[in-house]
C-alpha cells in the first residue's frame, strides 16, 4: 500500500487567496483526520470523519476552514481566505475499521503551507 | 478530560547512551497509548502501541515503552542511541475507548544525538 497520500507537499500563497489541501487514505480505512502542527500549538486536530461523515470539527479554527469527504478515497481541507497566520503544517492521517486498531493512526507526509 | 503531558520538551544524549522519555497520561478508562516519531521533515510514523496484555511492548528501530497503570506512564526507552534517532517523539491516548478513533497527542519531545 502506497500510504496516505498529501498534495500538495508544499504550498506558498498570498493573503487572501484559497487553499485547497488534498488527502487520498490508506483503502479500507474508515477514519480520516486532519491535523495542523505548529510551533506554538503543537498538533491539533482539526476534523476527523468517519465513512466520509463529519464526527467532530470542534478543532476548525473558524469558518474560513471547511473539509469535505465525498468519497471513501478523497478528503479535502480548504482555507478560504488564508491568511497569514494558517502558516502550518498540515498532516492528514487514516485508521482502520476495526478496534482497537482502529486507535492506530496512519500519517500522511503533511503540506507545509505558507501564506505570505 | 483525557490529557497527554510530556514534562521533557528537548533531551540531549551521547550517541550509545541509553534513552528514556517521558510520557504521562490522564484517562479515566484502559488507555489505548501510542508513541510516534517525527524526522524533520516528514510526517509522524508510529513507533510502537499499547492495547492489552504485557505491559512492556516491543516497537521498530529497538525502542520499546512500558504501560504503568499505578503511576499512568508510559516511557519510552532505547537502551543505545543511535545519531538516526534524532527526531521529535510524540506521545498519544485512545481517547474514544476503541470507538472513536481519536487521540490526544502530547506536545512533544525534541531528541538531540551528540557524536
Known amino acids: 500500500d502506497a500510504g496516505v497520500i498529501q498534495s500538495p507537499r508544499h504550498e506558498v500563497t498570498e493573503m487572501g487567496q484559497e487553499v485547497t489541501l488534498r488527502c487520498k487514505p490508506i483503502?479500507?480505512?474508515?477514519?480520516l483526520f486532519w491535523y495542523r502542527q505548529t510551533m506554538m500549538r503543537g498538533l491539533e486536530l482539526l476534523i476527523y470523519f468517519n465513512n466520509n461523515v463529519p464526527i467532530d470539527d470542534s478543532g476548525m479554527p473558524e469558518d474560513r476552514f471547511s473539509a469535505k469527504m465525498p468519497n471513501a478515497s478523497f478528503s479535502t481541507l480548504k482555507i478560504q481566505p488564508s491568511e497569514p497566520r494558517d502558516s502550518a503544517v498540515y498532516f492528514c492521517?487514516?485508521?482502520?475499521?476495526?478496534?482497537?486498531?482502529?486507535?492506530?493512526?496512519?500519517f500522511g507526509p503533511g503540506t507545509r503551507l505558507l501564506v505570505l | 478530560a483525557q490529557s497527554v503531558t510530556q514534562p521533557d520538551i528537548h533531551i540531549t544524549v551521547s550517541e550509545g547512551a541509553s534513552l528514556e522519555l517521558r510520557c504521562n497520561y490522564s484517562y479515566g478508562a484502559t488507555p489505548y497509548l501510542f508513541w510516534y516519531v517525527q524526522s524533520p521533515g516528514q510526517g509522524l510514523q508510529l513507533l510502537l502501541k499499547y492495547f492489552s496484555g504485557d505491559t512492556l511492548v516491543q516497537g521498530i528501530k529497538g525502542f520499546e515503552a512500558e504501560f504503568k497503570r499505578s503511576q499512568s506512564s508510559f516511557n519510552l526507552r532505547k537502551p543505545s542511541v543511535h545519531w538516526s534517532d534524532a527526531a521529535e517523539y510524540f506521545c498519544?491516548?485512545?481517547?474514544?475507548?476503541?470507538?472513536?478513533?481519536?487521540?490526544?497527542f502530547g506536545k512533544g519531545t525534541k531528541l538531540s544525538v551528540k557524536p
Open positions: 498519544a491516548v485512545g481517547a474514544g475507548g476503541g470507538s472513536q478513533g481519536n487521540l490526544i
Open positions: 483503502s479500507g480505512h474508515d477514519y
Open positions: 492521517a487514516s485508521s482502520p475499521r476495526v478496534a482497537p486498531t482502529l486507535e492506530t493512526q496512519y
